[in-house]
Every structure is written in structure tokens, then in C-alpha cells.
């Protein structure tokens, strides 16, 4: 199989040779037709040694495809490209592999969360690009006690991604790439750097910004699809009340509820259409779907008080634990009682 030549950002690096840290390997990189990825993804979620906290990384002919597992079910996307990285919906992520199975590699690999939430950083807040000599690696820690820096680097050397924390300027740890045990992390990143060895052809650094303290959980087809339905049971039992004006009256709260609630979009789609463009967390999508029931029962309140509450408890019960789950009765001014 012929190698990308995609480039990492503007380096000579290529998306191809890029390597992450890892705890552990539970798939060695391969060619992804010779995987089965849903059985993979099932393993991850449903069998106790896959649920850990991991990362698989796709390498496409154009993009480097990356999905975050926290205990084994995943819960984000994102991909790097030559122009950049950004956030991708799950359902597109997954999408794109399936569509390059033979042109492509995968690895799925262990790793700490600390990890996974400053690789999910560096792609949903654009890094600073810092310069590094590699003919000088031994002045590298000198720099930083200077700047008295606080934060996370990355650091990209001939393809291998490192990590490396600082607190005023002080080197507390990090994740190195390929680090062998019983080896201090210091000494091992100046010989990554090329101190008493060869020089590395190309090292690429970026000061991590606004690193997350938490890894959001993207809402999967599965809960928009949840959404979608219990929606078409409310406008259902609310057209009674509203006297066939259901319809009309979700239009008008929908658009107006839009620049608000992005998130109210997913729900608009067809189901079998092409996945959305659109990435938004669980929790933004519970809260637009629960200003858009607010507004619409509102009417069906001010028609036949009490009626709000008939129409959620109608609508919902199928799926009243899914919905408690994500927080969503909590958002509307109803108490609901089951």
C-alpha cells in the first residue's frame, strides 16, 4: 500500500509517520481491511478489558482520523489535515474509514486521560507554533526555567508526538513517545532530540492553549435519533391541543431558537441522509431539545392548562430514562412524574 503524502500542519512531517504515546497496545497499526471496525468498536464498549480509557487512530490518504474512548465507548472525533485540525462528527469519522478500508491503517491504542484530553485539545483550540534547534538540545529545559512557562507542549520529532508539562518552567512530566521504562523522562527526551546521536530530520512544537479539563462527550446518531423521535411524539400529541397547528407553530420556534441553539439543526435532517456537518456535545443538544419543548408546550399551556405535562408524559415514556439520564426534564419549568 502506498503511503500518504499528506503533510502535518506545514512541516515536512507526514500525517502517515505521526505516533502518539500510549500505555498500551491493544491493536498493533495494520491495514484497516484487516479489521473488522464494528466488532472493534463493540469489543471497546461491551467487553471489560476493552473498557478503557484509549484513542484509534486512522490513517486515511488525506487526513488522520482520530477517535477518543473514555471506559471503552466513544465519545469524540477529530481530524488532522494538512490545512489544519478540527472537531468531526462521529457518524463522519466513521463514515470516511469505512469508505478508505483499503488504503488506509489503524492502531488502537491505550492511553492515561490526561493524554486523550491534551491530544482532544490540540485539535478544538489551535496551538502556538514554538520554535525549537535541535542543535541544541541541551539548552531545551533552559528556555522554558527562563520563561518560567506554565503548560503543555507538543512536541512532533520525526513523526513521534510527545507531550511535556511545565510549571514555572519547571518540567513535572508528560507522555513521550515511545519511552522505555526505568528511564528518567528528561534524559530520554534529549535523546529523542538527538543529544550524543544522530539529529532528528524534523522537529515541530506548539504550545498547547486552553487545555480542557474534561473530554465532552459528542451526542452519537443514536441520541439524535432519540431526540428526533420523541420530538414527532410531542408534535403528535401537541397538534390535538393546537388544533392542527403543530406543525407550523415547531417551524416558527425552531428558527427562532436556531442562532441560540445551533444544536436544533441535527434534529431538522433527514435520518438516511448524509451525516451532519455539525459537532455538538450531549449536553447542547439536551438543552435545545429542552428550549424547544419549553416553547412549543407553552402554547399548549396557554390553550388547556396541565396540557404540557400530558403531552411529555405521551410523548416520552417510551424513553423517560434515556431523557432522565442526559438531564433533559430537569431543563423543562414542568415537574414530570412517572
Not at 485540525?85 to 470516511?96: D, G, S
Not at 478544538?124 to 526555567?145: A, L
Not at 416558527?252 to 438516511?272: F, I, M, N, T
Request: proline residues 5%; neutral net charge; contains cysteine.
Amino acid at each position: 500500500m502506498r503511503a500518504s503524502t499528506a503533510r502535518f500542519l506545514s512541516s515536512d512531517v507526514r500525517l502517515f509517520d505521526l505516533d502518539f504515546p500510549s500505555t498500551g497496545k491493544m491493536i498493533a497499526r495494520t491495514r484497516m481491511a484487516f479489521i473488522h471496525l464494528d466488532n472493534v468498536l463493540a469489543y471497546a464498549k461491551r467487553d471489560r478489558d476493552g473498557m478503557v480509557d484509549a484513542y484509534l487512530a486512522a490513517y486515511l490518504p488525506e487526513e488522520l482520523i482520530i477517535l477518543f474512548f473514555r471506559k471503552g465507548e466513544i465519545i469524540n472525533a477529530a481530524t488532522l489535515r494538512s490545512d489544519g485540525r478540527r472537531l468531526v462528527p462521529i457518524a463522519e469519522a466513521l463514515r470516511r474509514m469505512r469508505a478508505e478500508t483499503e488504503r488506509s491503517e489503524v492502531s488502537y491504542c491505550q492511553a492515561p486521560m490526561e493524554q486523550l484530553l491534551w491530544m482532544y485539545t490540540a485539535c478544538v483550540s489551535p496551538p502556538k507554533t514554538r520554535f525549537i534547534d535541535p542543535g541544541q538540545p541541551e539548552k531545551f529545559f533552559d528556555v522554558f526555567r527562563t520563561e518560567v512557562y506554565d503548560g503543555v507542549l507538543e512536541v512532533v520529532i520525526d513523526g513521534g508526538v510527545s507531550f511535556l508539562r511545565f510549571s514555572g518552567g519547571v518540567f513535572t512530566g508528560g507522555y513521550l513517545h515511545e519511552q522505555p521504562a526505568g528511564i528518567n523522562a528528561d534524559k530520554y527526551f534529549f535523546k529523542l532530540l538527538g543529544q550524543g546521536g544522530k539529529a532528528p530530520k524534523e522537529v515541530v512544537a506548539h504550545d498547547l492553549v486552553a487545555v480542557q479539563r474534561e473530554l465532552p462527550m459528542q451526542a452519537l446518531p443514536t441520541q439524535i435519533k432519540l431526540f428526533r423521535e420523541v420530538q414527532a411524539r410531542i408534535l403528535t400529541a401537541a397538534d390535538r391541543g393546537l388544533m392542527g397547528e403543530a406543525q407550523r407553530k415547531h417551524q416558527r420556534v425552531s428558527a427562532a431558537l436556531l442562532v441560540v441553539h445551533p444544536a436544533l439543526e441535527l434534529l431538522s435532517l433527514p435520518e438516511y441522509g448524509a451525516p451532519p456537518a455539525l459537532v455538538v456535545t450531549v449536553e447542547e443538544l439536551t438543552a435545545a431539545f429542552a428550549a424547544w419543548t419549553s416553547k412549543l408546550l407553552q402554547d399548549v399551556e396557554l390553550v388547556s392548562p396541565g396540557g404540557a405535562v400530558t403531552v411529555l408524559k405521551e410523548a416520552a415514556k417510551e424513553n423517560r430514562h434515556q431523557l432522565q439520564a442526559v438531564g433533559y426534564f430537569e431543563r423543562l419549568p414542568w415537574k414530570v412524574t412517572w
